[in-house]
């Protein structure tokens, strides 16, 4: 059984910088693709990014494009999510989620049914 476990969360300026980390333990992430979603007070959970662990390709969504950038750690069994140039907008409880049969070389966070295992959220504020 694949566990997550997401880090990294907490309290930021606006404009300021975080890395969140979702570290798996249980299997290996070779075969995965692992999504970012978040879900802000009063809005709808949203997909942020995702990597194919295989083909290493990414994805974001519009709305972080060139500030967020997702890496793995193979050894660690760990993905990261660097957020830059936060805005108060991206307040949300952040979530790892891992899609084990992902398509053959990419990944999508268009839908998060496609994800079967989730960690527990970490909080992200962006406030000054």
């Known amino acids: 059984q694949l566990q997550l476990v997401e880090s990294g969360g907490g309290l930021v300026q606006p404009g300021g910088s975080l890395r969140l980390s979702c570290a798996a333990s249980g299997r290996t992430l070779d075969y995965y693709a692992i999504g970012w979603f978040r879900q802000g007070p009063g809005k709808e959970r949203e997909g942020v990014s995702c990597?194919?662990?295989?083909?290493?390709?990414?994805a974001y969504a519009d709305s972080v494009k060139g500030r967020f950038t997702l890496s793995r750690d193979n050894i660690k069994n760990t993905v990261y999510l660097q957020m830059n140039s936060l805005k108060p907008e991206d307040t949300a409880v952040y979530y790892c989620?891992?899609?084990?049969?992902?398509?053959?070389?990419?990944?999508?966070?268009?839908?998060?049914?496609?994800?079967?295992?989730w960690g527990q959220g970490t909080q992200v504020t962006v406030s000054s």
């Open positions: 989620a891992a899609d084990r049969n992902p398509f053959p070389d990419f990944c999508t966070v268009v839908s998060s049914r496609r994800y079967d295992y």
């Open positions: 990597i194919h662990m295989s083909s290493k390709n990414t």
